[in-house]
């Protein structure tokens, strides 16, 4: 019914900057939180960055500063600026939607693929 699709995940340096974007598309009346979390080898899955549809924003301690999430709400897409980046923030960024389908219907959580972001030393 809704489909997140991600993109922007590669290789860099460590130092250097990636943009991960998501774009939400299917039966969409509106969409209240989008996310992004990642997960690295033999960790758990760990929420980075979120926006409300207040727009309101939360970022995970170890990225604050470094990393940017907006929203362009017209395109129902979410992005991931991340800058200064790190060997430690390797990982697979997976994209998160609260989506309403309908007016009064209710709320339902959707995932992205997941795409691989790798930060060489």
């Known amino acids: 019914q809704v489909q997140l699709v991600e993109s922007g995940g590669g290789l860099v340096q460590a130092g250097g900057s990636l943009r991960l974007s998501c774009a939400a598309s299917?039966?969409?009346?509106?969409?209240?939180?989008m996310d992004w979390y990642r997960q690295a080898p033999g960790k758990q899955r760990e929420l980075v960055a979120a926006t409300s549809s207040g727009g309101s924003t939360n970022y995970a301690d170890s990225v604050k500063g470094r990393f940017t999430i907006s929203r362009d709400n017209a395109k129902n897409t979410v992005y991931l600026q991340m800058s200064s980046l790190k060997p430690e923030d390797t990982a697979v960024y997976y994209c998160?939607?609260?989506?309403?389908?309908?007016?009064?219907?209710?709320?339902?959580?959707?995932w992205g693929q997941g795409t691989q972001v790798t930060v060489s030393s």
């Open positions: 299917g039966t969409i009346f509106s969409i209240n939180a």
């Open positions: 998160h939607a609260t989506v309403r389908g309908q007016l009064g219907g209710p709320a339902w959580s959707y």
